[in-house]
């Protein structure tokens, strides 16, 4: 999907939205060669400088307490490239304004059954408007919501309303075959736990074998293992380990008039006993069954109870369903963190389909999604040729925007009302998410400063992709905007070179007669 320019009709909810310039004074001074730190580590990673894009903004207060910017460095800035993960920032800063940080997703409970001496005699319909952090925590407290309801019983089946999506969102395609994967999960209204098995594995503590335990609790799980602990590194203990779900996709066995909905997650291989804490996660069941076995766990853990296993189904809430319970999720402030800090793909793709449901309505697409977020653009004065949006993830390969576009959003983001918990919610270099651990060495340098530099910076990561876009926070104090993309089949080794340029912005760039 291209951009789209001129509307036949405006969108009504945007004659809410107030007017703000990001307007980028660009300076006949500014630098046009890459720094030579920055080239010399390209060369020797050999990535060409034409696969390489860079724009540097210095970020300035005005009287009017406005922010703009004048430009540092422009380095192929121009060029559409393809942005991977940083594409996030689009995608969550428009959330941000259009939605409010206060915004939560809700998870309605519906029942075509009455309560009756503490069992609930009929079923219960589940519809969901994409809340991307229905967790095990979360739900706990929704099983505590219903039992305040006077429940403790169910005595129907689980029935799951998903029409907020248009059916083609939620099609498991990839963009590298993995779809176990779990940073492949397509979008759901009633996704939970990002419907992914996540086993912990190590030696135990008290004896000689292997120590396995899984989250999200399902009801009807059991593990077979059968690993071997073996001598040995850890560095590649993934390569040794098979795992098998059967039945194969969490199909239901039939046995006569009764189903067989057990599931047993197989290990085998040979397991490192220098390994203590690692994760195998995976994506082995439907939508369904996952969300089924899940709920059920979740309410019997809660001390709920059954008078037949529930056996989740698709279907539409009927219309003479009654709301039983509107379940709110985590404020999007608190969702944006994990979008950012730890690129979760599916939670961002659930914010596009949410804009799109919130301004548009149901059922939610992507070109809806896209179509919110080009009108919000042009209510920032934004005008980015050459922007393509596919899922707003950042995992595709259609996906483009330019480094100076998107250091115009980053400037542009200094005068919304949501700055301060946009600029948080990115990786701290030396501290968390994806930055973790880059720049320890360089950030040692400035630990004698009473106000300390920092890099606040979203990472993005492809096959022959990758890039950086945030703000540095030099040792004098000044505020910059940068993003830098390297579209190449050797992008993987151009990390040493995103972080000399990063750390050449700590110390403030370029020379003053350079830059000035």
Request: hydrophobic share 40%.
């Amino acid at each position: 999907m291209g951009m789209r320019t001129h509307y036949s009709q405006p969108l009504k909810w945007l004659l809410n939205l107030s007017l703000i310039g990001a307007c980028l004074a660009v300076h006949a001074a500014s630098i046009q060669t890459i720094p030579q730190a920055v080239a010399i580590s390209l060369e020797r990673n050999q990535v060409p400088k034409d696969a390489v894009s860079i724009s540097v903004v210095e970020i300035e207060p005005e009287k009017s307490g406005k922010q703009t910017a004048k430009t540092i460095l422009s380095w192929r800035a121009q060029e559409s490239m393809n942005p991977a993960s940083t594409m996030k920032l689009l995608t969550t800063l428009s959330g941000l304004d259009i939605l409010g940080p206060q915004y939560r997703w809700r998870t309605n409970i519906y029942t075509d059954g009455v309560i009756r001496q503490g069992t609930l005699k009929g079923n219960l319909y589940l519809q969901g408007t994409g809340d991307p952090k229905l967790v095990p925590e979360e739900l706990a407290k929704l099983m505590k919501a219903l039992q305040a309801l006077g429940i403790q019983k169910i005595d129907g089946n689980l029935f799951f309303d998903r029409s907020a999506y248009a059916p083609s969102v939620m099609e498991h395609n990839t963009i590298d075959g993995e779809s176990l994967r779990a940073y492949n999960v397509p979008p759901d209204p009633l996704l939970y736990a990002f419907r992914t098995l996540s086993f912990q594995l190590g030696k135990s503590r008290t004896a000689d074998f292997i120590d396995i335990r899984y989250s999200p609790l399902l009801s009807q799980l059991q593990i077979d293992n059968q690993m071997q602990l073996v001598d040995g590194p850890c560095d590649n203990w993934k390569s040794n380990i098979r795992f098998n779900l059967n039945p194969e996709n969490g199909s239901i066995q039939s046995k006569g008039n009764t189903t067989d909905q057990t599931l047993t997650a197989q290990f085998s291989g040979a397991f490192p006993k220098e390994c203590q804490g690692v994760y195998y996660n995976v994506v082995a069941l439907d939508a369904n069954t996952f969300l089924t076995q899940g709920f059920a766990a979740a309410w019997e853990l809660a001390g709920g109870s059954w008078v037949k296993p529930p056996k989740g189904k698709s279907a539409t809430v009927p219309l003479a369903a009654r709301l039983l319970l509107q379940f709110e999720g985590i404020h999007l402030a608190d969702d944006i963190q994990d979008i950012n800090k730890y690129s979760n793909n599916v939670m961002a793709r659930q914010l596009l389909l949410t804009l799109a449901l919130e301004k548009m309505g149901k059922p939610a697409t992507t070109a809806n999604g896209e179509l919110v977020i080009q009108s919000w653009l042009k209510q920032q004065n934004l005008d980015f040729p050459g922007l393509v949006i596919e899922n707003g993830s950042g995992l595709s390969r259609t996906e483009a925007i330019s480094a100076e576009q998107m250091n115009q959003l980053l400037v542009a983001a200094r005068n919304l009302p949501v700055s301060e918990i946009f600029y948080n919610s990115l990786p701290l270099a030396g501290t968390d998410g994806t930055m973790r651990n880059r720049l320890m060495i360089q950030l040692r340098k400035f630990l004698h400063l009473k106000k300390k530099p920092e890099v606040r910076i979203k990472t993005g990561s492809l096959a022959d992709v990758r890039s950086i876009s945030g703000y540095v926070l030099s040792k004098s104090g000044k505020l910059y905007a940068v993003s830098s993309f390297i579209n190449h089949p050797n992008a993987w080794r151009g990390l040493e070179a995103h972080d000399q340029l990063l750390a050449w912005l700590l110390e403030d760039g370029p020379e003053p007669k350079q830059a000035r």
